[in-house]
Nanobody
Framework: VKLLESGGGLVQAGGSLRLSCAAS????????IGWFRQAPGKGREGVSCIRHSDGSTYYADSVKGRFTISSDNAKNTVYLQMNSLKPEDTAVYYC?????????????????WGQGTQVTVSS
């Protein structure tokens, strides 16, 4: 399983970005894709995740109402639309995948990780 993130960049506070996570074809019956982020000097934090089979989603409180996760199954791609960005959203954003049906942002529950894409929000 290979994951490739794209779409990061520099944006002013209040702006928007859309991240993409292109995945190789999965052979699992069901799986979840999650977005995580890691700011300098901090641990990796779960942002949002989506379950492949029914599109169920989950968001961290810090991004609820501002970020939206979605998927295009035909393209094997998951998106993270980020609106109303704040300087504290600055981080390297990673997508990750794992087989199974659980909706969780626990990093230990994800087996495959991308290389990350930098998001910088200026004040």
């Amino acid at each position: 399983v290979k994951l490739l993130e794209s779409g990061g960049g520099l944006v002013q506070a209040g702006g928007s970005l859309r991240l993409s996570c292109a995945a190789s074809r999965f052979t699992f019956d069901d799986y979840r894709i999650g977005w995580f982020r890691q700011a300098p000097g901090k641990g990796r934090e779960g942002v949002s995740c989506i379950r492949h089979s029914d599109g169920s989603t989950y968001y961290a409180d810090s991004v609820k109402g501002r970020f939206t996760i979605s998927s295009d199954n035909a393209k094997n791609t998951v998106y993270l639309q980020m609106n109303s960005l704040k300087p504290e959203d600055t981080a390297v954003y990673y997508c990750a995948a794992a087989p199974g049906t659980a909706i969780t942002l626990a990093t230990s529950w994800y087996d495959y990780w991308g290389q990350g894409t930098q998001v910088t929000v200026s004040s």
